[in-house]
């Protein structure tokens, strides 16, 4: 099966039921589908092939229509970030080598000379009413691809200085979907508000799981940030996903508003960074009635494991129990389990580990390992489980964090930098709970000017909050940076001054 065939469900079962909003579309399930496969008839008509990539940047109801015809025309989707900037957007668009790209500028960013080029959604959008002459058939049966054909590329950051990206198949995505949906419980008579984009999979998988349970999903787009709360009003939203950041700034606009009573949220979900019981109690402050799940996972698994509602309150400090159908274990160097309370790398076992890295044989064969039963991840996190499996974090094991939500890297930070004219070397320092994200570099240019060139470069959430500048990196004897001394410089920088808190 493919994914699509989440969709012929919820159609054939309650076809007249909303099931997409943004702020200009009202569809049905009955409506959505039938735009998916007119949609997918247009790919077809365009000349794309079974296994044509398509890169889409933007969101709301058309990118749900486009998600569900790339099922249907048997293509893998990319959703790229539309903070992406052309540095980053260049690497990753040779990377995917797209057949058709849109919500992407080609006066910002040279697209490549295969791609159709279509820069707005709403060039696609005029056609999914239009008839259609050879439509795709939505029979999960044809055999075009089939269930371990690759669904999505989700580009996630890596240790090395450009994203990667998650090959997807439509089996590991439908698993991962139908588990977290068991755990968490989504209702048909939800409304799934989501201000998190589709280019991360913590928002793509909520379009995903509200069309599993027969749910409403509601889009918040890029700029209406300053609506959320009151979107959660108008709409009666019942789950909201939230990051930390986005959790902030609720906060915020709630302490200014008078909130009607009751709230219909029932549960607010975390993901992407952990949230601090500070917000945790806050958002059950604000909202009364409203539980708090915290949940913990990677693009390469989707999802490794979720705490019970409120479990935060109970178990401080865990990320919960592996998913239904997985195993999450706790390593040593040699790969041997090791008892409760003993600190090793994580390891996901399960249909919900993904098929590796696009084009990248080497880093997929360090990560991704075969099993009897299937795939097994390394993570690269550190943890521990204790003695009734929940898990509990102790950082990452390289140079990859999670910065704002959003999963970055030191070296992809760094090449930026080094993209920059003035700037001889660079090297990045991953934030803790006293210093932000730092960059030091090698540079006659001004601090400040450095941070407007990155801003330029990279994603807010990637953009570092410090600079510091130096006539030349400190080096071991072996002619490497030398990590320890560039952590001692950054630290003894001066703190930068705080900026407000911005929904992304």
């Keep these: 099966?493919?994914?699509?065939?989440?969709?012929?469900?919820?159609?054939?079962?309650?076809?007249?039921?909303?099931?997409?909003?943004?702020?200009?579309?009202?569809?049905?399930?009955?409506?959505?589908?039938?735009?998916?496969?007119?949609?997918?008839?247009?790919?077809?008509?365009?000349?794309?092939?079974?296994?044509?990539?398509?890169?889409?940047?933007?969101?709301?109801?058309?990118?749900a229509a486009i998600l569900f015809a790339a099922s249907y025309a048997d293509l893998t989707l990319a959703p790229l970030s539309a903070t992406m900037r052309p540095f980053q957007l260049r690497a990753v668009l040779a990377?995917?080598?797209?057949?058709?790209?849109?919500?992407?500028?080609?006066?910002?960013?040279?697209?490549?000379?295969?791609?159709?080029?279509?820069?707005?959604?709403?060039?696609?959008?005029?056609?999914?009413?239009?008839?259609v002459g050879d439509a795709v058939q939505p029979d999960a049966s044809r055999a075009d691809g089939g269930p371990e054909a690759p669904a999505l590329l989700m580009y996630t950051s890596g240790s090395s200085a450009r994203p990667k990206g998650v090959v997807c198949p439509h089996d590991s995505v439908l698993f991962a979907t139908r588990a977290i949906g068991q755990v968490l419980g989504y209702r048909p008579d939800d409304v799934v508000l989501s201000c998190v984009p589709p280019s991360f999979d913590y928002g793509l998988y909520q379009l995903l799981l509200a069309t599993a349970a027969g749910s409403r999903w509601e889009a918040?787009?890029?700029?209406?940030?300053?609506?959320?709360?009151?979107?959660?009003?108008?709409?009666?939203?019942?789950?909201?996903?939230?990051?930390?950041?986005?959790?902030?700034?609720l906060l915020r606009l709630a302490a200014?508003?008078?909130?009607?009573?009751?709230?219909?949220?029932?549960?607010?979900?975390?993901?992407?960074?952990?949230?601090?019981?500070?917000?945790?109690?806050?958002?059950?402050?604000?909202?009364?009635?409203?539980?708090?799940?915290?949940?913990?996972?990677?693009?390469?698994?989707?999802?490794?494991?979720?705490?019970?509602?409120?479990?935060?309150?109970?178990?401080?400090?865990s990320v919960g129990r592996a998913i239904p159908g997985t195993v999450v274990r706790v390593v040593d160097r040699q790969g041997r389990p090791l008892p409760a309370g003993d600190v090793g790398e994580v390891v996901v076992e399960g249909a919900n580990v993904m098929a590796g890295y696009w084009r990248d044989?080497?880093?997929?064969?360090?990560?991704?390992?075969?099993?009897?039963?299937?795939?097994?991840?390394?993570?690269?996190?550190?943890?521990?489980?204790?003695?009734?499996?929940?898990?509990y974090l102790h950082g990452r094991g390289d140079d990859v964090f999670k910065h704002r939500g959003v999963r970055s890297s030191t070296a992809e930070i760094e090449a930026a930098a080094m993209d920059i004219d003035g700037v001889d070397g660079a090297a990045a320092v991953a934030p803790d709970e006293a210093n932000p994200l730092t960059v030091v570099v090698a540079t006659v240019l001004r601090e400040n000017d450095v941070l407007a060139e990155l801003a330029r470069r990279l994603e807010p959430a990637k953009t570092?909050?410090?600079c510091v500048a130096v006539h030349a990196l400190p080096l071991t004897p072996h002619g490497k940076v030398d990590r320890q001394q560039i952590r001692a410089i950054?630290?003894?920088?001066?703190?930068p001054t705080p900026v407000q808190v911005r929904i992304p």
């Design 464 to 466: 570092p909050e410090r």
């Design 95 to 131: 990377d995917i080598e797209p057949a058709l790209v849109v919500g992407i500028d080609p006066a910002a960013v040279e697209v490549p000379a295969r791609a159709w080029s279509s820069t707005q959604f709403g060039e696609i959008l005029e056609t999914l009413d239009a008839p």
């Design 1 to 63: 099966m493919r994914i699509h065939t989440l969709l012929d469900t919820a159609a054939r079962r309650h076809p007249q039921r909303t099931a997409v909003v943004d702020r200009s579309h009202r569809w049905s399930y009955q409506e959505l589908r039938q735009r998916s496969v007119n949609l997918a008839g247009r790919f077809r008509a365009l000349g794309l092939l079974p296994g044509d990539r398509i890169a889409v940047r933007s969101g709301g109801a058309g990118f």
């Design 220 to 249: 918040l787009e890029a700029g209406e940030g300053i609506a959320l709360l009151e979107r959660i009003t108008s709409a009666g939203a019942t789950v909201v996903p939230v990051v930390p950041e986005i959790a902030t700034a």
């Design 256 to 317: 200014r508003t008078a909130l009607p009573v009751p709230q219909p949220v029932r549960m607010f979900t975390n993901t992407g960074a952990r949230m601090s019981p500070r917000l945790a109690d806050g958002l059950r402050d604000a909202f009364p009635g409203a539980a708090v799940v915290q949940m913990y996972g990677l693009t390469e698994c989707k999802r490794a494991t979720i705490l019970e509602p409120d479990g935060d309150l109970a178990r401080p400090g």
């Design 361 to 391: 044989r080497q880093l997929s064969a360090a990560t991704f390992r075969a099993t009897a039963a299937g795939r097994r991840l390394h993570t690269g996190d550190r943890g521990h489980l204790d003695v009734d499996g929940h898990l």
């Design 490 to 495: 950054a630290r003894s920088h001066p703190p």
